[in-house]
Each structure stands twice: as C-alpha cells, then as structure tokens.
C-alpha cells in the first residue's frame, strides 16, 4: 500500500515551458487536492476533485490545470511555466467515513523550479 | 489578516520540554486539522478534531470553539519532534473537504 505517490520528485523548467505532474493514489480515495507551497505562506489550493471525471477551482487556479480521468489519478499541468510558478507541490486524497470527512493524506511533494 | 493564524512562528526549546503552540481562526469550522511536515518535506497529519481534546503518545490536541482556538501540546519534548507544525481548518459548508491552512511553527528541540 504505497498511499499518496507523486512524480517527479524534482524538476526544473525554462519559462514557456509546459509539464504535467502526477499524483497517484491506492486507497481507492474519491478525493484528491493539488496544493502549493511557498515560503512565509501557509499551503494553498489550486485545484481540487470531488471524484472521478470532475474538477474545480481552488484558492489560486490561474496557470493551471487538472484532470481526473481515472479515480486514482489526478494530473497538474503548467501550459506554459512561468517564474511565479516555482514551489513545492503536494498532492493529497481523502475520503469520507459515513458523512464525516477523514484527513487528508499528503504525497512526497515535487519541487519545481522555472528559471 | 489571515483566516488561520497560528503562534508562535519560530519555537525552540530544550530536550524534556513542554511545548505548546497555538492557533486560532476567524471563521465557522466544522473541524481542525494538526499536521507535522517533516524536515525532509513530508507532511503527515497528526489530529482532526471537532471539539474536545484528543491524545496520543506525547502528543495532546485541544479545541476551544466557541473561543474558535486550539492548542498542540508536546510533552517530555525530543529533538526528533522538530519539525514544522501545521494548523489547517474545514470551514463550515465548505466543499470537497478543502482545508485552510495556517503558516505554520517551526519547532527545533535541542538536546
């Protein structure tokens, strides 16, 4: 059971350029989250899915975007890099235990540098 | 001003020490995230909480609602406790169980 798994692990682009990240997930979760984080900022959401096939904006989407094809999936893509987009990135998932949510369970993270 | 605001940033104490940090938050929750990330970078959630107090190991949560605050509390600290702690809350009605998160504390425990 490898839970929350995240690749690459690092990464570093040229402005313009794009990539995908991927987050991969076995607990069979219908919830899964992209976040950022920055120095001197708490962790913030870019884009979130509430299960297979759906997607939905978070706290700071511009520059991205996302997919959940597949429930174990979800997919973070840069179009087009660019210097503010240099962070940490972490993927978590979580799933509901009747009608109370559980906690979130966070991936290795991928540090992403755009020069 | 920041909906989860946490305290202190910075802590650093001897090894056997009881710590405690704080957090409070500006908005109707319908529970409390503590998280440890790790030095490596690893986040890993240590308690979700709706009221009361939970405990394990040397480790205490509490949560205070109508003061909307919570502690974490680190008893008989060790320097493998440093790490960054994390305060994240679900606000009331909020989707998909997204999470706000506070800027977290930094605690070094020396020997």
């Known amino acids: 059971n490898a839970g929350v798994t995240q690749t690459p692990k690092f990464r570093v682009l040229k402005t313009g350029q794009s990539m995908t990240l991927l987050c991969a997930q076995d607990?069979?979760?219908?919830?899964m989250y992209w976040y950022r984080q920055d120095p001197g900022m708490g962790l913030r959401l870019i884009h979130y899915s509430v299960g297979e096939g759906t997607t939905a904006k978070g706290e700071v989407p511009d520059g991205y975007n996302v997919s959940r094809l597949k429930k174990q999936n979800f997919l973070l893509g840069l179009e087009s890099a660019a210097p503010s987009q240099t962070s940490v990135y972490f993927c978590?998932?979580?799933?509901?235990?009747?009608?109370?949510?559980?906690?979130?369970?966070f991936g290795p993270g991928t540090r992403l540098t755009v020069t | 001003k920041n909906e989860v605001e946490q305290s202190p940033q910075n802590l650093t104490a001897q090894e056997g020490e009881f710590i405690t940090i704080n957090c409070s938050y500006s908005?109707?929750?319908?529970?409390l995230h503590w998280l440890q990330q790790h030095p490596g970078g690893g986040i890993v959630s240590l308690f979700m909480?709706?009221?009361g107090k939970k405990k394990h190991g040397r480790l205490i949560a509490t949560i205070n609602i109508q003061e909307k605050h919570s502690s974490l509390h680190i008893t008989a600290s060790h320097p493998r406790d440093s790490a960054v702690y994390i305060c994240a809350v679900r606000k009331r009605e909020t989707s998909g169980s997204r999470l706000t998160f506070g800027e977290g504390t930094q605690l070094t425990v020396n020997p």
């Open positions: 978590a998932s979580s799933t509901l235990s009747g009608r109370a949510f559980l906690e979130q369970y």
């Open positions: 908005v109707g929750i319908s529970a």
């Open positions: 607990m069979n979760h219908e919830y």
């Open positions: 909480l709706s009221s």
